[in-house]
């Protein structure tokens, strides 16, 4: 189920107001107002974030597993199966 607003939706919209703020093209007062909602969508995908790492932490816990940090094997141990 997406999330209120999608994250999405909104990390493409602050990236629409990075480049808007980063042209000449906007005044003082429209720059403020960008950045200001840039700013609160900013808050808000900080939230769908916490919201859905307390999920899984939720889920993990509830499988009786403790959460760890994910390490990728370095690139020469891993075997794609093409050796002959």
Same mark, same amino acid.
């Given at each position: 189920? !997406? @999330?209120?607003?999608?994250?999405? /939706? &909104?990390?493409?919209?602050?990236?629409?107001? +990075?480049?808007?703020?980063?042209?000449?093209? +906007?005044?003082?007062?429209?720059?403020? @107002?960008?950045? *200001?909602?840039? +700013?609160?969508?900013?808050? /808000?995908?900080?939230?769908?974030?916490?919201?859905?790492?307390?999920? +899984?932490?939720?889920?993990?816990?509830?499988?009786?597993? *403790? @959460? &760890?940090?994910?390490? @990728? !094997?370095?690139?020469?141990?891993?075997?794609?199966?093409? /050796?002959?």
């Amino acid at each position: 189920m !997406p @999330a209120e607003g999608g994250l999405d /939706r &909104r990390l493409r919209r602050i990236e629409e107001i +990075v480049a808007s703020l980063d042209s000449d093209s +906007v005044d003082l007062d429209e720059a403020l @107002a960008l950045f *200001e909602e840039g +700013v609160g969508h900013l808050r /808000r995908a900080q939230q769908i974030l916490q919201t859905a790492e307390l999920k +899984v932490e939720e889920l993990i816990g509830a499988q009786g597993n *403790e @959460a &760890r940090e994910f390490e @990728a !094997p370095d690139q020469g141990d891993r075997d794609d199966g093409d /050796r002959d």
